[in-house]
Nanobody, 125 residues
């Protein structure tokens, strides 16, 4: 069982930056692909980006390309989501999720087996 804890959310002005962290309880976290998703009030959960378990491949939603970067530090059992040039429409609860070991990353929420509790990101005008 992998437990995930997100942190780093908060209130930021448009154009600002935040770095979210997703820390895992398991030492074998390096074997898990990790995705980031977000959910705004009244909207469905949507894909933001993902990183392969080896860290060699990343994929992003169109809304995140060029602004967001996912990376991982397997020595720290942590995956990061660096968000730059934030916009008010980025306001949402952000979740990280992990797949079972050695599965590829995907953009589909139902492919992920473990979820964090989420962290709120609010971008003001």
């Amino acid at each position: 069982q992998v437990q995930l804890v997100e942190s780093g959310g908060g209130l930021v002005q448009a154009g600002g930056s935040l770095r979210l962290s997703c820390a895992a309880s398991e030492r074998t976290f390096s074997s898990h692909a990790v995705g980031w998703f977000r959910q705004a009030p009244g909207k469905e959960r949507e894909f933001v980006g993902a990183i392969s378990w080896a860290g060699s491949n990343t994929q992003y939603a169109d809304s995140a390309k060029g602004r967001f970067t996912i990376s991982r530090d397997n020595a720290k059992n942590t995956v990061y989501l660096q968000m730059n040039s934030l916009k008010p429409e980025d306001t949402a609860v952000y979740y990280c999720a992990a797949r079972n070991t050695y599965y590829s990353s995907t953009y589909l929420p139902h492919d992920y087996d473990y979820w964090g509790q989420g962290t709120q990101v609010t971008v003001s005008e």
